[in-house]
């Protein structure tokens, strides 16, 4: 059973456009995570949310909007796509009270052209 | 905030050879940090971590160390087979919000 699960895997769109990428986790943590990692693989943290509310935003262009229905969706909607938004995006977990480990998903490669 | 740097960003063995990777942090308040590989196409796995309050940690061929003094950690693989090779990632973070800081990670390539 796939324990972070992603989708799409690979997005291409335009830029100017507005897309979404879902997240769900299976292992019944209470945080979950989006991460960004460059081309050059550097992996950055974007936002994280706790049961459902947020507790990290770093500085990210407010084009990014982080949404979590509930503690095992956390879905990455960003609008008026730019060229320097093409990057992998990862999403993870943690379940605080396990201690501190994140457990990452597949990734989806986004590309904007 | 906190900055983590992370050498070598390339690393050759030869199979069966170890390989060292070390990681330096700057705040000395991180108590948590993880090791991640990350394959080609992949997201990043863990492979190991270390809490402030323990000097080393062994698992299998695998280990990591810590000088919380010095404020700098290592990941020491032995044995090194070629499903070893990837990029290695640490990471470095505080108790509160979990937020992990990367290093900019290294590609290890073990040669068989």
């Known amino acids: 059973d796939t324990a972070v699960s992603q989708t799409p895997k690979y997005l291409v769109t335009q830029m100017g456009n507005d897309k979404s990428i879902k997240c769900e986790q299976n292992l019944g943590h209470d945080t979950m995570y989006w991460y960004k990692q460059d081309s050059k693989k550097f992996l950055k943290i974007m936002f994280s949310?706790?049961?459902?509310?947020?507790?990290i935003n770093e500085t990210v262009p407010n084009r990014f909007s982080p949404k979590s229905p509930d503690k095992a969706h956390l879905n990455l909607h960003i609008n008026s796509l730019e060229l320097g938004d093409s990057a992998v995006y990862f999403c993870?977990?943690?379940?605080?009270?396990?201690?501190?480990?994140?457990?990452f998903g597949p990734g989806t490669r986004l590309t904007v052209t | 905030g906190e900055n983590v740097e992370q050498h070598p960003s390339t690393l050759s063995v030869q199979e069966g050879d170890s390989a060292v990777i070390k990681c330096t942090y700057s705040d000395s308040a991180s108590n948590y940090f993880p090791w991640y590989k990350q394959e080609l196409g992949k997201g990043p796995q863990l492979i190991i971590d270390?809490?402030?309050?323990?000097g080393e940690k062994k698992d299998q061929r695998i280990a990591v160390t810590l000088n919380k003094t010095a404020k700098h950690f290592s990941l020491h693989i032995t044995e090194t087979q070629p499903e070893d090779s990837a990029v290695y990632f640490c990471a470095a973070s505080l108790t509160y919000g979990n937020k992990l800081v990367f290093g900019a990670g290294t590609i290890l390539r073990v040669k068989s």
């Open positions: 949310y706790n049961n459902k509310e947020l507790i």
């Open positions: 270390i809490r402030s309050n323990v």
């Open positions: 993870a977990s943690s379940q605080e009270v396990q201690g501190y480990e994140q457990y």
